[in-house]
């Protein structure tokens, strides 16, 4: 079974300055997507950025980029020039390429933007 | 708006009460699922579906029933409600191509 794993908590973040947050997974598979969801207090799970396992480009959209290591199983999301709107959980998420149907979640890391 | 509707957004239930989430989406995707979500352990798979039809358990479905009749809708009994049930739940939806999930925006249970 695919298990995703976030070791961090909590982080925090001067505003303006950069946040890395780490993720690490295991799976057996070869082809798979990994995704990072915003949860701000509004609860709402917003999708910041998805990576195809297949693809060796970093993902990058806007501010939020990832640093995908296939062979590490390694999958951190860095935000550039953080913002107050920035602070959330955020989860890291694996599925599967092939009947992927179900997403497999990390604990989640709350992200603190200080003024 | 396009999406994936949840309802109730809060609901109380007593030990041994019995209720259904709801939950539809107007995008014609063909996967539906259920989460829960509790403090250091992310989402949870309740139950999910790959089509009108067709239902099979995730990780956590004991105490939860599911059905899906139509591809819009995906609603989600509780048959027995206990105190341990008490979390947030989330609908998602997908279409067969792999892309990242759509969520309703959630329901917080709490049972007493």
């Known amino acids: 079974a695919q298990t995703v794993t976030q070791s961090q908590p909590e982080m925090s973040v001067q505003e303006a300055e950069t946040v890395t947050l780490s993720c690490t997974y295991d799976t057996s598979e070869s082809d798979y997507y990994l995704f990072w969801y915003k949860q701000p207090p509004s609860r709402q799970m917003i999708l910041v950025i998805r990576?195809?396992?297949?693809?060796?480009q970093n993902a990058t959209e806007n501010r939020f980029s990832v640093n995908f290591q296939k062979a590490a199983k390694s999958f951190s999301l860095k935000i550039s020039d953080s913002q107050l709107g920035d602070a959330a959980m955020y989860f890291c998420a694996y599925r599967r390429r092939e009947y992927g149907n179900k997403l497999v979640f990390g604990a989640g890391t709350i992200l603190r933007v200080k003024s | 708006n396009a999406g994936v509707t949840q309802t109730p957004k809060f609901q109380v239930l007593k030990t041994g009460q019995s209720m259904t989430l709801q939950c539809a989406q107007d995008?014609?995707?063909?996967?539906m699922s259920w989460y829960r979500q509790d403090p250091g352990m992310g989402l949870r798979l309740i139950h999910y579906s790959v089509g009108a039809g067709i239902t099979d358990q995730g990780e956590v479905p004991n105490g939860y029933n599911v059905s899906r009749s139509t591809t819009e809708d995906f609603p989600l009994r509780l048959l027995s409600a206990a105190p341990s049930q008490t979390s947030v739940y989330f609908c998602?939806?997908?279409?067969?191509?792999?892309?990242?999930?759509?969520f309703g925006s959630g329901t917080r249970l709490t049972v007493v």
């Open positions: 995008m014609n995707h063909e996967y």
């Open positions: 998602a939806s997908s279409p067969t191509r792999p892309s990242g999930y759509t």
């Open positions: 990576q195809e396992a297949y693809k060796q």
